[in-house]
Nanobody, 129 residues
């Protein structure tokens, strides 16, 4: 299982970014894929999760802090998952990770999570105050 995040950067408050997660080594379309973030000195925070669209119902979930501003999507043909972020705020500053579980777990269990079996190296998002 390998997950590689990209797309982070420095963006002004109110700006947008699209994070990408490239999955390899497993049939990603059968798994739920999530995003979580971690800022310095803060606990890990679940951001979003998307269920499998082939073995589950493709449902999406968001943390209250990002609801209405972030959109998660997946392209099964490309083994990619995306996190579109708009109206970014300084409190969104963190390292963002995409993640999945080692066993076939098609759903998000009804919400966002912070505990997964696998995650990538992360991509930094910085929104100056």
């Amino acid at each position: 299982v390998q997950l590689v995040e990209s797309g982070g950067g420095l963006v002004q408050s109110g700006g947008s970014l699209r994070l990408s997660c490239a999955a390899s080594g497993f049939t990603s379309e059968r798994y739920a894929i999530g995003w979580f973030r971690q800022a310095p000195g803060k606990e890990r925070e679940g951001v979003s999760c998307i269920s499998s669209s082939t073995t589950s119902d493709g449902s999406t979930y968001y943390a209250d802090s990002v609801k209405g501003r972030f959109t998660i999507s997946r392209d099964n043909a490309k083994n990619m998952v995306y996190l579109q972020m708009i109206n970014l705020k300084p409190e969104d500053t963190a390292v963002y990770y995409c993640a999945t579980d080692g066993t076939v777990r098609p759903g998000c269990d009804g919400g966002v999570r912070t505990v997964y079996d696998y995650w990538g190296q992360g991509t930094q998002v910085t929104v100056p105050s």
